[in-house]
């Protein structure tokens, strides 16, 4: 089989990467992606944020996203016998044969679909920042879109936003380090690497650049093609 799914992840200029990707296929076809980025910069972090992946992905097929979603809450919910794990935001795509793409995100990563001819962003953050923009004060929100307002560990079954792509679209997550790339750089990737996802998530966490001050933050992506019966991951 053709490669259906694949990830990428590139650390920022301060270690340790906190984000983290998975994929599973299922025995049914379907396949789970998910992006977790790590709030902060913790030594356990990273273990925490891949755990937190690898959980929601093998989840999402068999329960579906909020499922998996707040199951994988749980790793943040209880540190065994670490001192703490720290928070994390996750975006969730279950994309099966020849049907809708299931989404499901907390926090401020995102999840993109190109239809072929337009890139769109199917998610909507839950920072302050985009409350204030919701609620008309454009000026303020730009200072408060770091500012997280819904991460795994205070997620519930009324938090948890939910959606569906169409059938036959690419599908993107990305965690906040894609934020500075404009859409119209992102767009222009997804269509020079469309019918390749590795080269794809490759070129998206490449192309994040330092700001002003020199910081990168961690990028990571996940890119799903559209399966139709009798697709799966190569």
Request: proline content about 6%; charged content about 20%.
């Amino acid at each position: 089989m053709p490669l259906r799914a694949a990830t990428a992840t590139r650390e920022g200029s301060t270690p340790p990467n906190m984000d983290a990707a998975a994929i599973f296929e299922s025995e049914t076809g379907a396949i789970a992606a998910a992006v977790v980025d790590g709030i902060g910069k913790d030594p356990v972090g990273a273990k925490a944020m891949q755990l937190v992946a690898d959980v929601a992905v093998r989840i999402a097929p068999s329960r579906q996203i909020l499922a998996a979603i707040l199951t994988a809450a749980g790793v943040i919910d209880d540190a065994g016998t670490e001192d703490h794990v720290p928070d994390g935001v996750i975006a969730v795509a279950l994309t099966s044969p020849g049907d809708v793409t299931l989404i499901g995100w907390v926090g401020d990563s995102h999840i993109y679909s190109w239809n072929g001819e337009r890139l769109l962003r199917r998610t909507t953050p839950h920072t302050m920042g985009e409350y204030l923009r919701q609620n008309g004060d454009i000026d303020l929100a730009p200072e408060h879109d770091n500012w997280v307002r819904i991460a795994l560990s205070t997620a519930t079954p009324a938090t948890v936003a939910l959606a569906e792509i169409p059938h036959g679209e690419l599908v993107i997550i990305a965690s906040d380090g894609l934020d500075e790339t404009l859409l119209e750089e992102i767009e222009a990737l997804v269509k020079q690497h469309a019918e390749d996802p590795q080269a794809l998530a490759d070129a998206l966490v490449g192309a994040v650049r330092e700001d002003d001050e020199g910081h990168r933050d961690d990028a990571t992506v996940a890119v799903l093609l559209p399966l139709i019966v009798g697709d799966g991951v190569g």
